[in-house]
Nanobody, 124 residues
Framework: QVQLVDSGGGLVQAGGSLRLSCTAS????????MGWFRQAPGKERELVAA????????YYADSVKDRFSISRDNAKKTVYLQMNNLKPEDTAVYYC?????????????????WGQGTQVAVSS
């Protein structure tokens, strides 16, 4: 079993940056594909970024390409989501998640473990 704690959310003005962090306990983080999801009020949860075990393969939703960057440090059991040029439509609760899936991340991967969520609010 792995437990995830995500953090780093907050209030930021449009055009600003924020970095989310996800720390894990339990099994070695390197055995999991990691993803970041977000859910805005009244909207369905969506995958915004994911990264493979090795870090060599990533996925980004079209809406965040060239603005967000996911990375991982397996030795520190930490996954990051660097968010640049934030927009009001990025406002949501962001969740870190882990899956035993491997290969190239896709929105079809089913995630097994979830963080508690961290709020990101972008003002105009």
């Amino acid at each position: 079993q792995v437990q995830l704690v995500d953090s780093g959310g907050g209030l930021v003005q449009a055009g600003g940056s924020l970095r989310l962090s996800c720390t894990a306990s339990g099994r070695t983080l390197s055995t999991y594909m990691m993803g970041w999801f977000r859910q805005a009020p009244g909207k369905e949860r969506e995958l915004v970024a994911a990264i493979s075990w090795s870090g060599g393969s990533t996925y980004y939703a079209d809406s965040v390409k060239d603005r967000f960057s996911i990375s991982r440090d397996n030795a520190k059991k930490t996954v990051y989501l660097q968010m640049n040029n934030l927009k009001p439509e990025d406002t949501a609760v962001y969740y870190c998640a882990a899956t035993r899936s491997f290969g190239v991340p896709t929105p079809e991967n089913v995630y097994d473990y979830w963080g508690q969520g961290t709020q990101v609010a972008v003002s105009s």
